[in-house]
């Protein structure tokens, strides 16, 4: 319920918390990989880089790396959205990059694809 409230008011911190306390509710001593990469994109977008790149790295490294190319390829697109909101703009870079020599030349540009492609015009320009 607390988890529907917050999405109807669109109120993207109080869904963070939802999810949150979702995993807690359900006896985890912490968020589920899939809830974790959720959480972290929430993050990102609402600002809170340090703590989204957090929630993501484990989609892209380490045991609980991802082998859905789609799940992959968005964790890259928010950590190098979370590194350049940080100002790391090499480390963006490098995701951008790896994110466009992978999709870059998709029949379909998805709206991350298109994005992806500016921000790293932007940042290398």
Known sequence: EE???AYCRADTAA???AYEKVSKSQGQSEPSASQKRLIGQLQVLIGRYVDGKENLKG???GPDEVVSANTYMSSLYYLA???EG???KDQAVAYYRQIL???GKADIQ???IQ???ERLNRLSA
């Open 3 to 5: 988890l529907y409230d």
């Open 15 to 17: 869904i963070i918390t």
């Open 59 to 61: 989609a892209v490294q």
């Open 81 to 83: 959205r979370a590194e």
């Open 86 to 88: 940080l100002k790391n």
């Open 101 to 103: 020599e992978y999709w």
């Open 110 to 112: 998805t709206k991350m």
């Open 115 to 117: 994005d992806a492609r």
